[in-house]
């Protein structure tokens, strides 16, 4: 696994059971494997593959761990220093974002699931949409 270097992020790697011929049990208990209480679960289907473009936003409190449960993502992110992309397609490995990261995600393989967990209640005030505005917060963050 390519190593993340952008600020408040890492992989996380959720236990499995394996029962062979029966699939695999995949687990995540908030707190636990997920590094906060999950307040919010929300997924995203239907892309239309390469068109779809996603995120292009940054959070200001909000921690969430992004999960590709089937198919294919390539996740964008930059801490208004580091920026990299990390190809997302283990399922039962996610990608920390924690606040102050500016996140895009694209290059959808068909049949694409992304799962997110996240520490809080959906909350417009908490984004920030606009590049200039997170490179401020992000300056103000260091
Ligand atoms: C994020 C990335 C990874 C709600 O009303 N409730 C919700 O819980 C969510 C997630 C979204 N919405 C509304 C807000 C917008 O009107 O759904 C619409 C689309 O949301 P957005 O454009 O933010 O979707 P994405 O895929 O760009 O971003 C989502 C999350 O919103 C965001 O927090 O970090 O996934």
Redesign the pocket.
């Known amino acids: 696994m390519k190593k993340i270097i952008v600020k408040n992020s890492g992989y996380i790697e959720l236990p499995r059971v394996v029962d062979e011929r029966d699939g695999v049990l995949s687990i995540m208990e908030g707190n636990r494997d997920i590094p906060f209480e999950i307040k919010?679960v929300?997924y995203?289907n239907h892309l239309e593959n390469c068109h779809s473009v996603?995120?292009?936003?940054a959070?200001k409190t909000?921690k969430?761990v992004?999960f590709c449960i089937n198919g294919s993502f390539v996740l964008s992110f930059d801490d208004g220093t580091n920026t990299q992309d990390v190809l997302m397609w283990r399922d039962n490995v996610g990608v920390l974002?924690g606040p102050g990261l500016w996140?895009t995600?694209h290059s959808f393989s068909s049949g694409c699931i992304l799962l997110?967990v996240a520490s809080d209640y959906?909350d417009?005030a908490d984004?920030i949409r606009d590049y200039d505005e997170f490179m401020k917060f992000a300056g103000a963050m260091k």
């Open positions: 919010r929300y995203i996603r995120g292009k936003h959070h909000l969430q992004i974002l996140h995600m997110v959906y417009e984004y």
